[in-house]
């Protein structure tokens, strides 16, 4: 099974910029996408964006972030960033990056249709 550890995350002013990761072990080779998602207390998880492991390294990402946030991947190393810049208020909370094992859909944008899960980080931002 794979396992996934994040790490980054923290409190930043508006306008500033971080950068998540997110490392995964085991049986990496099954993965065929990784995704960012984010919550707040009282609220669904949100998609953020996706990005294919296999077939190019494509991504898809949400309007609320798309020109803002950027997913990468480093496959000597087995692990994901999600690169925020611009952050605003409204772009606090608690992130997690999720896998996709096997053939599945992409660009896959529901947190059901991820098998394993990193342990979340919290992004604040003050205005």
């Known amino acids: 099974q794979v396992q996934l550890v994040q790490s980054g995350g923290g409190l930043v002013q508006a306008g500033d910029s971080l950068r998540l990761s997110c490392a995964a072990s085991g049986r990496t080779i099954v993965t065929s996408a990784m995704g960012w998602f984010r919550q707040t207390p009282g609220k669904e998880r949100e998609f953020v964006g996706v990005?294919?492991?296999?077939?190019?390294?494509?991504?898809y990402y949400a309007d609320s972030v798309k020109g803002r946030f950027t997913i990468s991947r480093d496959n000597a190393t087995n692990t994901v960033y999600l690169q925020m810049n611009s952050l605003k208020p409204e772009d606090t909370a608690v992130y997690y990056c999720?896998?996709?094992?096997?053939?599945?859909?992409?660009?896959?944008?529901?947190?059901?249709?991820?098998?394993?899960w990193g342990q979340g980080t919290q992004v604040a931002v003050s205005s």
């Open positions: 990005i294919s492991i296999s077939g190019g390294g494509v991504t």
């Open positions: 999720a896998a996709v094992l096997g053939y599945g859909f992409f660009p896959q944008v529901e947190a059901t249709g991820y098998d394993a």
